[in-house]
């Protein structure tokens, strides 16, 4: 059964950085796609990064340059590096595993085995 529980999530302000984490468990997690979603209130939920088991990478557009997805295969654990935080960074982060290839962060919600996210603030 996979499992995946998200950690590090605050308050922050703008301008500032927070790293989340997220330690799986369940399957053979080195050579599985991960990806981080968020999702605002009201607002629809966005794919930020996936990282695949090779550690190939891809980004929003609304996040590259600042988020930087990586992954520890010796400890099972998903990190997203979060720097120059804007407000509208402020959301539930999420990590997720797809059920199936490829690897994508624009699928649709019953792709992905979920964790239950972890909040994160930006104050102006």
């Known amino acids: 059964q996979v499992e995946l529980v998200e950690s590090g999530g605050g308050s922050v302000q703008a301008g500032g950085s927070l790293r989340l984490s997220c330690a799986a468990s369940?399957?053979?997690?080195?050579?599985?796609?991960m990806v981080w979603f968020r999702q605002a209130p009201g607002k629809e939920r966005e794919g930020v990064a996936d990282?695949?088991?090779?550690?190939?990478?891809t980004y929003a557009a609304s996040v590259r340059g600042r988020f930087t997805i990586s992954r520890d295969n010796v400890k099972n654990i998903l990190y997203l590096q979060m720097s120059s935080l804007k407000p509208e960074d402020t959301a539930m982060y999420y990590c997720?595993?797809?059920?199936?290839?490829?690897?994508?962060?624009?699928?649709?919600?019953?792709?992905?085995?979920w964790g239950q996210g972890t909040p994160v603030t930006v104050s102006s």
């Open positions: 997720a595993v797809p059920r199936w290839t490829p690897c994508s962060r624009t699928r649709e919600y019953d792709y992905y085995y």
């Open positions: 369940g399957y053979t997690y080195s050579s599985y796609c």
């Open positions: 990282i695949d088991g090779t550690g190939l990478t």
